[in-house]
Nanobody
Framework: EVQLVESGGGLVQPGGSLRLSCASS????????VSWYRQGSGKEREWVAS????????NYADSVKGRFTISRDNAKNTVYLQMNSLKPEDTAVYYC????????WGQGTQVTVSS
C-alpha cells in the first residue's frame, strides 16, 4: 500500500516558522513531481507548491511565494515545506500529493497560525 506521511504541523504565532515533511516508503520522490496542497476550514483544497522531477525546479502559489520553500532530500526520500513569516490565513490542513498513475494524498498535517 502506497502511503504518504506528513508531519511537522502545529500551532505557531503569526510571523513564526514551521517545516513540514512528507515521507514515503513506496514512492521514490526524485522520480516524480511532488506537491503540497492545503485546505482551510470551509474552503476548497488549494495548491501551494511543487517540486518537479526534472532538475528539481520549483513553483509556488502567489500567496506563499517568498515565504515558503519546497525542497527534496533524495537520501532521506523526503520532501519538505519550509514555511516562514506565517500568517493566520495560512491556517489549514496541509497535504502531500504525488501522481504515479493514480493520485496519492497523505493524511494531512494541521497548521494553525494564531496568537
Amino acid at each position: 500500500e502506497v502511503q504518504l506521511v506528513e508531519s511537522g504541523g502545529g500551532l505557531v504565532q503569526p510571523g513564526g516558522s514551521l517545516r513540514l515533511s512528507c515521507a514515503s516508503s513506496a514512492i521514490t520522490f526524485s522520480n516524480y513531481d511532488v506537491s503540497w496542497y492545503r485546505q482551510g476550514s470551509g474552503k476548497e483544497r488549494e495548491w501551494v507548491a511543487s517540486i518537479f522531477r526534472l532538475g528539481g525546479t520549483t513553483n509556488y502559489a502567489d500567496s506563499v511565494k517568498g515565504r515558503f520553500t519546497i525542497s527534496r532530500d533524495n537520501a532521506k526520500n523526503t520532501v519538505y515545506l519550509q514555511m516562514n513569516s506565517l500568517k493566520p490565513e495560512d491556517t489549514a490542513v496541509y497535504y502531500c500529493h504525488v501522481v504515479r498513475g493514480v493520485v496519492y494524498w497523505g493524511q494531512g498535517t494541521q497548521v494553525t497560525v494564531s496568537s
